[in-house]
């Protein structure tokens, strides 16, 4: 099965009234986990950074002024999706995929449809409703340091889920022959060749 594990930052909570600031992924094959490529991009936005968001994720205006715009950055991430693919996300269908679904509409863009899996459902069928399933209790509960990587980094969170993703997974079907959770349905651009 081809993967591809991403992480958005943001502006904010409202996929409304906030914009998408950096998209990050990478491709990975169940089983194997090699990343085999990755992709990352700033994107542009009309609202200013927050100083809070600056303060969270280290993105700060100057790194978004520059920056491909909305339109461009998401069809360039589909792009990458390619077409045989399903997206992984923390907490993707309540956060990532509303915002990019609500990019789409603001900006025009038609959409294609795509699987995608939730990795709080992985973390939920192996601890119930024990500690949480934010990222970083569920990093906690498996060992992985974060050492060297920077949270809330769209890059970072990417590398760090997929290893998150990986042991779960490995807990629940250790050969990686099945999905263990729920596949969902979200979009992405429709990109035309």
Not at 25 to 51: H, I, L, M, N
Not at 57 to 86: C, H, K, M, W, Y
Not at 152 to 166: I, N, P, S
Request: net charge neutral.
């Amino acid at each position: 099965m081809n993967l591809i594990i991403f992480d958005l930052e943001t502006t904010g909570l409202s996929p409304y009234y906030n914009e998408i600031i950096q998209i990050a992924a990478v491709k990975v094959q169940a089983g194997c986990w090699d990343v085999e490529e990755s992709f990352d991009t700033f994107v542009k936005s009309q609202q200013r950074v927050p100083s809070f968001i600056t303060g969270l994720t280290g993105i700060t205006q100057s790194q978004v002024a520059q920056a491909p715009s909305p339109v461009e950055a998401l069809l360039n991430f589909s792009r990458f999706v390619g077409d045989e693919a399903t997206l992984i996300a923390h907490n993707g269908p309540g956060f990532d995929m509303r915002f990019i679904a609500e990019n789409c509409t603001r900006h025009g863009l038609p959409v294609r449809e795509t699987a995608m899996l939730d990795s709080r459902a992985f973390s939920r069928k192996i601890w119930g409703g024990r500690g949480g399933h934010g990222l970083d209790p569920i990093l906690q509960r498996l060992g992985l340091s974060t050492a060297g990587v920077k949270r809330h980094d769209a890059r970072g969170d990417v590398q760090l889920l997929a290893q998150a993703v990986r042991k779960m997974w490995g807990q629940l079907v250790p050969d990686f022959q099945s999905c263990p959770v729920e596949t969902r349905i979200g979009v992405i651009p429709a990109v035309h060749s």
